[in-house]
Antibody
Framework: QLQLQESGPGLVKPSETLSLTCTVS??????????WGWIRQSPGKGLEWIGNICHGGSTYYNPSLKSRVTISVDTSKNQFSLNLNSVTAADTAVYYC???????????????WGQGTLVTVSS | FLLTQPHSVSESPGKTVTISCTRSSGSIASNYVQWYQQRPGSSPTTVIYEGYERPSGVPDRFSGSIDSSSNSASLTISGLKTEDEADYYC??????????FGGGTKLTVL
């Protein structure tokens, strides 16, 4: 059974960098059939896509966050990570990691999600 | 592009409800549309993928469709149950792999 688990600080100071890691179990993050993504949800708001990292290390980011976001993968640990710099209170949200089918032969969807982790930006 | 959903819908148990998702630019048919259900305090789960496909375990009361004339996708839930009360999000993408979520629709079953 595939599982994703987010980890990282729950509190980040304004202007600093938010760093989260998603640990994947039950599947290889190197699988060529999938991308791995980050999605966030501000309190009481909707889902906002942050970005994906796909086979071969290709990255795709939300244009509204692109200048501040980096997503990377560590295949040796079966993890992928999110860095969001220069954070403000507007970045306070529940951050989810998810698996994304984007290649022929697999369903085109975010099919597995982590439980989400709340990150609060405050001094 | 944007995906626009109604903020909320409500209907009685046993009835049928349809939630729309309108794409602002580009053809709704050019990229698959997915629908996610999110209950309070939980992560989203897929109820429809690739426009009309249901994951295993999702009851056939859930169906999806595309209407090119209105450039919109729809999620229809028939035989409403109180357990269907949740937020529903549509999601699609564009030719340069930018993902977009709709703003979400709160379904109340009363």
């Amino acid at each position: 059974q595939l599982q994703l688990q987010e980890s990282g600080p729950g509190l980040v100071k304004p202007s600093e960098t938010l760093s989260l890691t998603c640990t994947v179990s039950g599947d290889s993050i190197s699988s060529s059939a999938y991308c791995w993504g980050w999605i966030r949800q501000s309190p009481g708001k909707g889902l906002e896509w942050i970005g994906n990292i796909c086979h071969g290390g290709s990255t795709y980011y939300n244009p509204s966050l692109k200048s501040r976001v980096t997503i990377s993968v560590d295949t040796s640990k079966n993890q992928f990570s999110l860095n969001l710099n220069s954070v403000t209170a507007a970045d306070t949200a529940v951050y989810y990691c998810a698996r994304r089918g984007r290649y022929p032969g697999v369903p085109d969807e975010f099919d597995y999600w982590g439980q989400g982790t709340l990150v609060t930006v405050s001094s | 592009f944007l995906l626009t959903q109604p903020h909320s819908v409500s209907e009685s148990p046993g009835k049928t409800v349809t939630i729309s998702c309108t794409r602002s630019s580009g053809s709704i048919a050019s990229n698959y549309v997915q629908w996610y259900q999110q209950r309070p305090g939980s992560s989203p789960t897929t109820v429809i993928y690739e426009g009309y496909e249901r994951p295993s375990g999702v009851p056939d009361r859930f169906s999806g469709s595309i209407d090119s004339s209105s450039n919109s996708a729809s999620l229809t839930i028939s035989g409403l149950k109180t357990e269907d009360e949740a937020d529903y999000y549509c999601q699609s993408y564009d030719s340069i792999n930018q993902e977009v979520f709709g703003g979400g629709t709160k379904l109340t079953v009363l």
